[in-house]
């Protein structure tokens, strides 16, 4: 079965630094990877989608990237502002349909 | 893009007593649906697939006659929690894909459920 882990589980930084949140999974025969950020008591918002036969999606000063062989992904936050205060979830999808979700990294960003 | 509809937000109930979950595709049809569940401070778990016209598949370790789901168009799944009791308490997520699109799933806003 798929096991899908988010290191660091938080992550304090302040306003203005780079930062760098890393998910790893154990089967590498997936779909896509998925980023979402979570507010508190709210749903998930999309932020990048990697196929699996591409490397790396950026959107604004988001870039995250997807290393299949090795079952590692990360999502770079450059520039972090204290809006990007948040639970940041990936997410594989296998070939079968199924959806794995990271255990999360909750990052605060300080002003 | 795709936007999928969760109501409602915040639910409070009884013991014993059932709540119905809504989750609709505004703007694509949906054939199949996801519920998730999560717990505090813990990440979302796949509780059941709906299909559209057939029955639900459930992950293992979930009750299917407890979290009864119904898929009766392509833009409206239900998840029915029957007989709550205080450890249903949870948030509860349904997604779905527009499959018009290569683009990952879209998540509704997710459902607070608190059972007193």
């Known amino acids: 079965k798929q096991e899908v882990t988010q290191i660091p589980a938080a992550l304090s930084v302040p306003e203005g630094e780079n930062l760098v949140l890393n998910c790893s999974f154990t089967?590498?025969?997936?779909?896509?990877l998925q980023w979402f950020r979570q507010d508190p008591g709210k749903g998930l918002t999309s932020l990048l989608l990697?196929?699996?036969?591409?490397r790396e999606q950026t959107s604004g000063r988001l870039n995250a990237s997807l290393d299949k062989s090795s079952g590692r992904s990360t999502l770079y936050i450059a520039a972090s502002q204290p809006g990007d205060s948040a639970t940041y979830l990936c997410a594989v999808r296998n070939i079968g349909n199924q959806f794995y979700f990271g255990t999360g990294t909750s990052l605060t960003v300080i002003p | 893009g795709a936007v999928v509809s969760q109501h409602p937000s915040r639910v409070i109930c009884k013991s014993g007593t059932s709540v119905k979950i809504e989750c609709r595709s505004l703007d694509f049809q949906a054939t199949t649906m996801f519920w998730y569940r999560q717990f505090p401070k813990q990440s979302l778990m796949l509780m059941a697939t709906s299909n559209e016209g057939s029955k639900a598949t459930y992950e293992q370790g979930v009750e299917k006659d407890k979290f009864l789901i119904n898929h009766a168009s392509l833009t409206l799944s239900t998840l029915t929690v029957t007989s709550a009791h205080p450890e249903d308490s949870s948030f509860y997520i349904c997604?779905?894909?527009?499959?018009?699109?290569?683009?990952?799933?879209?998540f509704g806003s997710g459902t607070r459920l608190t059972v007193v």
């Open positions: 089967d590498s025969a997936i779909y896509n």
């Open positions: 997604s779905a894909r527009d499959p018009r699109t290569s683009e990952g799933y879209t």
């Open positions: 990697i196929q699996s036969s591409q």
